[in-house]
């Protein structure tokens, strides 16, 4: 039986969940402000709105799960005890949505995984789904983190292999993928392209996490921004995505 590699796209609206379902991926990282700050917690109504899209989809035999993110400020991931806090009602608000799981990430001053902090968002989830995301590039003994995750009951980690683009921490992402031994996912992600797909396949991943974003230029008018633009799910880059994928799995 062939290997599955799920794809993910990390998507900021419900054109983009649906974008996500016509090409077949497994799952939407749903968050808003993505180019600016990385991406934040995205509101309720959108949350409820992109969930409601994915269980029409799913009525058509296209199931696609969707993962908020959690993150409520840009910068780094060392959070107060009153942003935790936050992060807490934010899993719990998710689920009650309809989540099929979160995105979260905490870290320790001195740059270790936290481990109170995520032990609370996994509970907060309620037997849903827990993606560690990227905060996991900046530890430094990332086999240490990836066995306190496993412990915790993290579902997989979203890491480049702890370089600016995936495709250049391949080495890492497969020592981690053998080191984890299916105890926790190992999900690539960071500056994924079309042309990666084989190399990723390649070094034994879980799961391939991608933006496929283009950019959609404003209607103008007042307050329109005179042609700024905005990030929007490209569905080109998302089919072609999905069809290197295929290719590297023999599909």
């Known amino acids: 039986m062939a290997r599955e590699v799920a794809l993910e796209i990390a998507v900021q609206d419900t054109d983009g969940v649906r974008i996500a379902t016509e090409v077949g991926a497994s799952r939407v990282e749903l968050c808003s402000a993505l180019g600016a ?48 806090d936050v992060q807490v009602r934010d899993v719990r608000a998710a689920v009650a949505a309809g989540a099929a799981g979160v995105v979260i990430g905490a870290l320790t001053s001195d740059g270790l995984v936290d481990e109170a902090a995520v032990r ?61 031994a299916g105890r926790v996912q190992i999900q690539a992600g960071g500056g994924v392209r079309a042309q990666d797909m084989g190399d990723l396949v390649a070094a034994g991943v879980d799961a391939v996490h991608l933006s496929a974003k283009g950019v959609r230029p404003d209607d103008g008018g007042p307050g329109g921004g005179g042609g700024s633009g905005y990030e929007v799910t490209d569905l080109g880059a998302a089919r072609e995505a999905r069809a290197a994928l295929d290719v590297a799995l023999g599909a």
């Open 120 to 180: 609370a968002l996994v509970a907060a989830a309620g037997g849903r789904e827990v993606t560690f995301h990227r905060a996991i590039d900046v530890v430094e003994d990332v086999t240490a983190a990836l066995d306190l995750l496993a412990g915790l009951g993290v579902t997989r980690v979203l890491t480049s292999g702890g370089a600016a683009r995936s495709i250049d921490g391949v080495d890492r992402l497969g020592a981690m993928a053998r080191h984890s």
């Open 37 to 84: 700050t990385g991406g934040l917690t995205p509101s309720v109504g959108l949350l409820e709105a992109a969930v409601a899209v994915a269980a029409e989809a799913a009525g058509e035999g296209v199931p696609v799960e969707v993962h908020p993110l959690v993150r409520p400020r840009p910068g780094g991931f060392v959070f107060s005890a009153a942003e935790l």
